[in-house]
């Protein structure tokens, strides 16, 4: 069977596929969330923790329609964890802290490099989700394909 249509935009395309009965605005909020949870999961692992209060603090809203929009946001800090700006900017700081301030009597390594999954480090959560888009639009479209939206597997 061959689907012959000429689009002209994401407009087009959702009517295309809402007509062969795919619920794409379901399938969507899923791969957003999917995302989200990925993005959260892999930013737990890089924060820098002397205490665990930073990781704690970390706040996900899930996908939800605005619109034509789709918005979700992670966040770090708040009144438990004030301090989450300047771990996540600041690249001059150690990660764990220097010694002999931090609470646990560990050590400091000095400065670590973005994504380091080991003593935690700065950009703990622009690393991961620089790592999640910057395979899109395809890795979107992996992740639609996993929500349900099989038609846009190919051969399909």
């Not at 002209?8 to 995302?35: F, Y």
């Not at 646990?104 to 994504?115: E, K, S």
Request: net charge neutral; charged share 20%.
């Amino acid at each position: 069977m061959a689907f012959n249509y000429r689009l002209e935009g994401t407009k087009d395309v959702i009517s295309q596929l809402n007509a062969m009965g795919v619920d794409t605005q379901h399938a969507i909020l899923r791969a957003v969330e999917t995302a989200i949870r990925k993005v959260g999961a892999d930013a737990d692992e890089m924060v820098p923790e002397d205490t665990g209060q930073l990781r704690a603090s970390q706040d996900i809203v899930d996908p939800r329609r605005l619109g034509n929009q789709v918005e979700a946001s992670i966040s770090y800090g708040g009144p438990s964890a004030p301090y989450a700006l300047i771990q996540h900017e600041n690249r001059d700081l150690w990660h764990p802290p220097r010694p002999p301030g931090n609470s646990r009597g560990r050590t400091g390594t000095g400065p670590t490099t973005p994504g380091n999954r080991t003593n935690g480090g700065p950009k703990y959560l622009e690393f991961p989700f620089i790592q999640e888009t910057q395979t899109y639009p395809e890795g979107f479209r992996q992740r639609l394909i996993a929500a349900g939206m099989d038609i846009l597997r190919p051969g399909n």
